[in-house]
């Protein structure tokens, strides 16, 4: 065999190596992604009274799902269970862990107004507006 063959087969044979890690490194990545827990589907819907947020939680009990409010900020935490140790999973795509989704709300709203239903895996947040503007008068000394 000349040395230029000898030289061309180390070549390939360092190229398959790479394209071969590459695949593995792949494969790790996209295992790791698809069972990370990615932010919900949420709509944010406004009309002259109210907010409306509409959350998919597939997968979610009730008793999972834990909702801070403030005047101005909607904050919703779920936990999707965990599958037992010990099966033998051919293929694991189901999501499991917490999730945690923080916005802004384009008003105000009444903390005392609000309605929430969880119903086939879809949370419905109904937030009354605040109508009335507070101002307070500054007198001059």
């Given at each position: 065999?000349?040395?230029?063959?000898?030289?061309?087969?180390?070549?390939?044979?360092?190229?398959?190596?790479?394209?071969?890690?590459?695949?593995?490194?792949?494969?790790?990545?996209?295992?790791?992604?698809?069972?990370?827990?990615?932010?919900?589907?949420?709509?944010?819907?406004e009309d002259p009274e109210y907010i409306s947020v509409i959350t998919d939680l597939p997968g979610v009990n009730k008793e999972d799902i834990k909702i801070d409010l403030t005047e101005s900020e909607l904050e919703i935490t779920a936990k999707f269970n965990e599958e037992p140790d010990g099966k033998n999973f051919i293929r694991k795509e189901r999501r499991y862990g917490q999730i945690k989704r923080s916005i802004s709300l384009p008003a105000k709203i009444k903390l005392t107004e609000t309605s929430a239903i969880f119903e086939n895996g879809v949370l419905t947040l109904v937030l009354t507006k605040q109508t009335e503007k507070k101002s307070y008068e500054i007198k001059l000394d």
């Open positions: 065999m000349n040395r230029r063959s000898r030289a061309e087969e180390v070549f390939n044979d360092i190229f398959d190596t790479i394209k071969d890690k590459q695949k593995d490194i792949g494969g790790v990545v996209n295992e790791y992604a698809s069972n990370t827990v990615q932010k919900p589907a949420m709509d944010l819907i």
